[in-house]
């Protein structure tokens, strides 16, 4: 029975019970959030996980991204990353590989992580038909749903799949143009392959038999949003929001024969149209798990993405997406370091507690943080930090003469000098 079937029936499993306590809500506001779509649970019955529910009332999570490139194939490299998405406390993984071997590569992360894995399987299908046949475009369909398949069997927990890229999705993007081009791998793909073949997505036609493996591999459906924006100035456009109306029927058809399913969104936003691109994600899909891409507020400043995405993470946080995919300071320059990976996931990090200070009210540590500095608790303070290490490394570098205060004021220290005065 799968986990909508048994949450439908009433019926609390073990999954539930974890992310209840892990959130500190009850168990049948979990159920009741996985029978209604709005939380989803991502598990595999090929593989043990650390439990993580994302969806409404949750903590907001982060997914940190690995994986290799057709320039870089280096799996000890791409295991080094994965260590450092989880010690950096990424929530989930997703294994994007485009060069190497594409099983050998996903084995080795999966054997590497605790977390829930998620995969772009038409990513495989199209470069191995790329290396068969010469191009991309000469991907056969059944090797689409085989490659699926085979990516469940492995313990992939969730899959990106670009079902709402369709013959009115295409035609909205030729009518109205673009700025920054097509920047998804997935929806560049097949697009193409749709344009040369003049065929349809099969994963949109043949969404039914897309559902029956899903469902068979107990695999979470994140619909793919291979229409954003890779630009801010094509934010909105009508060729995403084209693919949103379908993936968002399409999620709702999802969630009726028992798949749980998350709606992916853009991309790159200016902050005044973060809000509506939530409230419409939320609205279209019946308050589905949103997990957004970024999103990236501007586009020029490359070398530090990481925290642009921050900016925009934190904000679409507050407004309600539940799941933020990480972004690395080489976004847009290079396939990312094991350290650069570590900094992404802290900087989202960061944006998923700034958006839940605000989305579920949840300022008890900081208010601690408050009370510590005020009390120039040093030990608190690391204990309190998101990162313990790097605010402990930062302080004992620069050794201060008074032990109480820091190198930043000295002797000056405002805190030190209002506190001989009075206690607040
Ligand atoms: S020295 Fe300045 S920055 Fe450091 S703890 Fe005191 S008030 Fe804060």
């Known amino acids: 029975m799968s986990l909508i079937d048994s949450a439908r029936s009433g019926t609390i499993t073990e999954e539930m019970r974890i992310v209840a306590r892990q959130e500190g809500v009850t168990e049948d506001f979990i159920r009741r959030g996985i029978a209604g779509g709005h939380i989803v649970i991502p598990i595999s019955p090929y593989r043990d996980v650390k439990i993580c529910g994302i969806g409404e009332g949750l903590r907001t999570k982060v997914n940190a991204s690995v994986g290799t490139s057709s320039d870089i194939v280096d799996i000890p490299m791409e295991v080094e990353k994965t260590r450092m998405a989880e010690k950096a406390g990424a929530d989930t993984l997703m294994e994007l590989s485009t060069g190497g071997d594409f099983t050998e590569i996903r084995k080795a992360v999966i054997a590497n992580t605790s977390l829930s894995v998620g995969s772009v399987p038409l990513y495989q299908a199209f470069i191995e038909a790329a290396r068969k046949d010469g191009a991309v475009v000469h991907m056969r369909e059944d090797d689409l749903f085989r490659i699926t398949a085979e990516q469940a069997r492995l313990g992939t927990n969730f899959m990106a799949i670009h079902t709402g890229i369709n013959w009115e999705t295409v035609k909205r993007l030729r009518n109205q143009g673009r700025h920054g081009g097509l920047v998804s791998r997935g929806g560049a793909f097949m697009t193409a392959w749709m344009l040369h073949n003049d065929k349809e997505n099969p994963l949109y036609s043949e969404f039914d038999y897309l559902l029956e493996i899903m469902k068979e591999h107990e695999v979470t459906l994140s619909t793919g949003n291979g229409m954003r924006a890779g630009a801010v100035h094509d934010a909105t456009d009508r060729a995403q929001i084209q693919e949103l109306i379908i993936n968002s029927e399409l999620a709702d058809r999802a969630h009726a024969e028992g798949v749980q399913v998350i709606v992916e969104g853009p991309g790159h936003i200016p902050i005044d149209e973060v809000e509506a691109n939530v409230i419409l994600q939320k609205r279209m899909t019946n308050r589905k798990p949103f997990y957004m891409l970024g999103p990236l507020v501007t586009d020029i400043a490359p070398g530090y993405d990481d925290r642009v995405a921050a900016i925009g993470a934190s904000l679409s946080s507050a407004y309600g997406a539940d799941f933020i995919c990480y972004v690395t300071p080489s976004e847009h320059l290079a396939l990312p ?64 003469a008074d032990a109480d205060a820091c190198t930043m004021c000295g002797d000056y220290c405002a805190l030190k000098i209002v506190n001989r005065h009075f206690s607040f």
């Open 337 to 400: 370091t094991p350290e650069e990976v570590y900094e992404g996931v802290m900087s989202s990090r960061i944006a998923a507690h700034v958006g839940d200070m605000i989305k579920l009210k949840k300022r008890d540590t900081d208010l601690e943080m408050g009370h510590a500095r005020r009390d120039l608790d040093w030990e608190r303070q690391f204990q309190l930090a998101m990162n313990p290490a790097r605010a402990r490394q930062i302080r004992n570098e620069r050794t201060p």
